[in-house]
């Protein structure tokens, strides 16, 4: 309703009910006047424009996690006294750090593109606020891996005055990167939800939550690879918390979400993906409760860690994709959203008007 249907015409009640049958007679059983509303949109174009990204970025979502959880890994052994396992995280962290790069770089199309992000800070911004935190956090890893990679060589890197320096640096500096490990692991999800992608926008209340869940099975799956099971108690302890933090957020999340906006996590190639990620995620928690102080067990069920947390990332990132191809992902969420402020009464701005 609006304020132009106080001066349309009445309309003549006596042309109601004179619908032809199907064989083109007239009576009770009536045609349909107006065909089944079908969602279309201007030159069947889609309403939101999809973002131009290749799988490199849902690689840098996934990579980010496995480097933000082992850097949390890494400054729980440094605070333990594990040392096989401090050195492991860190260099897991350190890898995944390179890799992630190589992938946003390439996504980006050239290094300075990245650079230009660092020269100014906007708080509004996760994507601004994101490459603070991964320059951050890449600085204090930096060190902290320099100094493993001193100590692994028998202190033969020709570093001179620097070595004393640098040994005094790694505790700090470890413990820096635990700081920035947490946001590194989740601001990726907020990024996506801050974008107009309708899948990704109905997930902003929950998607960090799975996306830090997520990165805590996957580094945690990868230490248990890499680290004798002597010293991977932490790691199997945080890979259960992981798979219980990210199986109960993504059904929190689903439940959440617009019932429509939620289909794209179910259908298709994304839900096979988000199908695939809970079962081996279950599959890895097992193998870990029962058989994690067994090397090969500890190995298969890291490996099932890791692969699910890749799944998730994949999936969530083909289910925004997807829901940007058909209007109907943004017209009917936009419908009921629009009906919910009506029925509270907010009438007052641009978009809801009174009845």
Do not use: C
Not at 52 to 67: C, R, S, T
Not at 169 to 187: C, I, S, T
Not at 323 to 331: A, E, F, L, Q, W
């Amino acid at each position: 309703m609006s304020e132009y249907d106080e001066v349309r015409p009445p309309e003549d009640r006596r042309r109601r009910g004179r619908g032809r049958r199907p064989g083109g007679r007239r009576g009770g059983r009536e045609e349909l006047m107006v065909p089944e509303a079908e969602f279309t949109s201007y030159y069947d174009k889609p309403i939101v424009k999809a973002p131009p990204w290749g799988h490199e970025i849902p690689a840098y979502l996934f990579l980010g996690g496995v480097a933000g959880g082992s850097g949390l890994l890494a400054a729980g052994a440094q605070l333990t006294g594990r040392a096989v396992l401090r050195r492991n995280a860190r260099l897991s962290a350190m890898a995944a750090i390179g890799l992630g790069g190589v992938a946003l770089v390439a996504d980006l199309g050239k290094p300075s593109r990245f650079y230009n992000m660092l020269r100014t800070f906007k708080v509004t911004s996760p994507m601004s606020v994101g490459s603070w935190i991964l320059t951050a956090y890449a600085g204090g890893l930096t060190v902290a891996v320099g100094a493993e990679v001193d100590r692994m060589s028998g202190s033969r890197l020709p570093l001179g005055p620097l070595r004393p320096v640098l040994r005094a640096l790694e505790g700090p500096a470890g413990l820096e990167a635990a700081v920035f490990a947490a946001p590194l692991a989740g601001y990726t999800a907020v990024l996506l939800a801050d974008t107009a992608v309708p899948t990704w926008n109905a997930t902003h209340r929950d998607l960090p939550f799975v996306f830090v869940s997520s990165a805590s099975l996957a580094s945690a799956g990868l230490a248990m690879v890499t680290t004798p099971v002597g010293e991977a108690g932490p790691a199997r302890a945080l890979a259960v918390l992981g798979v219980i933090g990210d199986v109960a957020a993504m059904r929190l999340m689903e439940r959440r979400m617009d019932p429509v906006a939620a289909e794209p996590l179910h259908h298709g190639q994304a839900g096979t993906m988000l199908r695939w990620s809970e079962r081996l995620a279950l599959a890895g928690a097992v193998g870990t409760v029962v058989g994690g102080r067994r090397r090969p067990l500890a190995v298969l069920s890291g490996l099932a860690l890791l692969g699910a947390s890749a799944l998730t990332r994949f999936g969530v990132f083909e289910a925004g994709i997807h829901s940007t191809k058909d209007p109907r992902y943004v017209v009917e969420p936009q419908r009921r959203r629009l009906a919910a402020r009506r029925a509270a009464g907010e009438t007052s701005d641009s978009i809801t008007t009174a009845r």
